[in-house]
């Protein structure tokens, strides 16, 4: 059974910087497609960043030169840096892998992150 666990979310203030990280077990993490995906109050889950098993990368655009998605296959876990926090990074982050076969995914239950003075 796949696991995957998402961890260090927080209070930050306004340009501030976090790092997430997310563990997987079960599952060798370099076999899986992997992506950070949000969710605001009252809005609907959003993508944010993902990790192709082969390294190659992609960013949403209002993330794109903040956030840096990167992958320790040592401990079998994938992080993203957040850097230059603004209010509209509030939200709950999910970490979500995808297997080679394309079918089915693995949530995380996620991490509050909030952006505040």
């Known amino acids: 059974q796949v696991q995957v666990e998402e961890s260090g979310g927080g209070l930050v203030q306004p340009g501030g910087s976090l790092s997430l990280s997310c563990k997987v077990a079960g599952a060798i993490v370099s076999d899986l497609a992997m992506a950070w995906y949000r969710q605001a109050p009252g809005k609907e889950r959003e993508f944010v960043a993902n990790m192709l098993r082969g390294g190659a990368t992609s960013y949403s655009n209002p993330v794109r030169r903040r956030f840096t998605i990167s992958r320790d296959n040592a401990k079998n876990t994938v992080y993203l840096q957040m850097n230059n926090l603004n209010d509209e990074d509030t939200a709950v982050y999910y970490c979500?892998?995808?297997?080679?076969?394309?079918?089915?995914?693995?949530w995380g239950q996620g991490t509050q992150v909030t952006v505040s003075s």
């Open positions: 979500k892998g995808v297997p080679l076969s394309g079918s089915g995914a693995y």
